[in-house]
């Protein structure tokens, strides 16, 4: 069976049907593929669960909660299955379903951890990035996890994960609060900041406090930088927050004695 061009109706059915039953229906598909899966709560009530699959990734869509009515259908907020006529009869651990269910699981945990990433250190951090590649990879053999023992995994990741990007975070706000309770800082510290600076409001608070400390160091590790550095800093400066004041940073590198087109650049990218 091609999953990839299915529309799979997947019914865990307990009461009935024995602790360990799920029925599928398949209806071929040109574009994706959607699974839904019914998991019994009671002998009444079901878990409804859609997951959708495109361009190689599975994706939990839709959930629902469904009661079973008299007449052998199961009704939710949104969703109604009548019947279960012309279903296949599968393990709930098939490792099809298995592999459906644990890839949406997986997938929804690097978005959450992407996402908080972007926030707080910024998503195309080298080291955020490099933990993700090698400790946070797909690389498992989703299929040969039952679904309540892959949730364990998950869990497991995904604190890792967030205790990762919060160390990091923190790393960050020591840095800025070295800048923000000195009277000075010298390029060596300037230099630093601009080779390890991410799209996050941190390191924005960062940058224009180095600024406002040190002028004319800034503008001369600016100048160092190669043309492909200055043009990912530029990338990097295209997001920054508007409720951050920048006006005194403008200011001292306007009156600055060192002046230039990437003077210019900065100010037009932070004002």
Known sequence: MNFKLCFLLIVC????FGQHDVFVRSIEKKINATTEVLTPVTDSSY???????FKTTYWLVKEDNLVLTSNDQWIGGSVMIDGLNDFERMDVCDSTLNLIRNAALSHQTRQILYDTARVNIGSKNDAFLTFMN????????????CVEEYQFV????LKKGLAFINNIKRQK???????VNSNT??????????????????DYRTFVCLIEKNTDGFINQINALSADAFFDLKLKLYQFPSDIDTLKACQLLKKSSI?????KVLIRKIK
Not at 173 to 179: E, K, S, T, Y
Not at 185 to 200: T, Y
């Open 13 to 16: 059915n307990t009461g009935v």
């Open 47 to 53: 878990l409804y669960q859609q997951y959708s699959y």
């Open 134 to 145: 090698k400790e946070l990879s797909m690389g498992d053999n989703l299929a040969d996890f």
């Open 154 to 157: 998950n869990e497991e990741r």
């Open 173 to 179: 706000l020591a840095r800025l609060n070295q800048v």
């Open 185 to 202: 800082v010298d390029e060596v510290l300037i230099a630093e900041v601009l080779r390890n600076m991410h799209s996050c409001e941190i």
């Open 259 to 263: 002046q230039g087109k990437r003077v």
